[in-house]
């Protein structure tokens, strides 16, 4: 089993900045895509960013530009700068892992999700 921890979130004023970070741990064996989806009030789950293992990012259109993922191979952890944030921002963000077994078995785990509001 991987357990993933985020930290961050809070409430910010439009026009302000964030961070977010995401960590697993547990039984690893080699964790490849991590990342952040979102889910707001009354809407589904989307993703907001990944990144692969060798450091290659990919972000929703909705965040180009604003947010930045990086990651720390070595401590299994991964960063979600989030600047210039806009009211529809505002959503409960989850940290996910996409882990492999020694078997080569994919496992998907993800975090609790931790609260993100932009208001004035």
């Known amino acids: 089993q991987v357990q993933l921890v985020e930290y961050g979130g809070g409430l910010v004023e439009p026009g302000g900045s964030l961070s977010l970070s995401c960590t697993a741990s547990?039984?690893?064996?080699?964790?490849?895509?991590m990342g952040w989806y979102r889910q707001g009030p009354g809407e589904q789950r989307e993703l907001v960013a990944f990144i692969t293992k060798s450091g290659n990012t990919d972000y929703a259109d909705s965040v180009k530009g604003r947010f930045t993922l990086s990651r720390d191979n070595a401590k299994n952890t991964v960063y979600l700068q989030m600047n210039n944030l806009k009211p529809e921002d505002t959503a409960v963000y989850f940290c996910?892992?996409?882990?492999?077994?020694?078997?080569?078995?994919?496992?998907?785990?993800w975090g609790q999700g931790t609260q993100v509001a932009v208001s004035s």
């Open positions: 547990g039984s690893i064996f080699r964790i490849e895509n």
């Open positions: 996910y892992a996409v882990h492999f077994t020694s078997r080569n078995e994919v496992e998907n785990y």
